[in-house]
Nanobody
Framework: QVQLVESGGGLVQAGGSLRLSCAAS????????MHWVRQAPGKGLEWISY???????NYADSVKGRFTISRDNVKNTLYLQMNSLKSEDTAVYYC?????????????WGQGTQVTVSS
């Protein structure tokens, strides 16, 4: 019954912004670290951000300063605010839960949402 449903992806021009959402259900949302992970065409999974139970955050160097992760524990929703988007940000973006950065260790994944950045 665990579900993670991403939304908010789409086509955006380089330099633009996009806000992704991940609606969580079927588990106690505020008891888990939450992550955003992406997979670009021809690439492996790339962890990009996490947020802890208390709201502490961390980011991959590739997105640091441009992306902001947040969570609303009342709405059971995870967010990723993406600013100053670059063509290399084009990827399928997944939300996931897990207690380590390594995406292979994450417990559950959403279906993903496509983000395409035109240059």
């Amino acid at each position: 019954q665990v579900q993670l449903v991403e939304s908010g992806g789409g086509l955006v021009q380089a330099g633009g912004s996009l806000r992704l959402s991940c609606a969580a259900s079927g588990f106690t949302f505020n008891n888990y670290w939450m992550h955003w992970v992406r997979q670009a065409p021809g690439k492996g999974l790339e962890w990009i951000s996490y947020i802890t139970l208390s709201g502490a955050t961390n980011y991959a160097d590739s997105v640091k300063g441009r992306f902001t992760i947040s969570r609303d524990n009342v709405k059971n929703t995870l967010y990723l605010q993406m600013n100053s988007l670059k063509s290399e940000d084009t990827a399928v973006y997944y939300c996931s839960k897990g207690r380590a950065i390594d995406p292979q260790a994450h417990d559950f994944w959403g279906q993903g949402t496509q983000v395409t950045v035109s240059s």
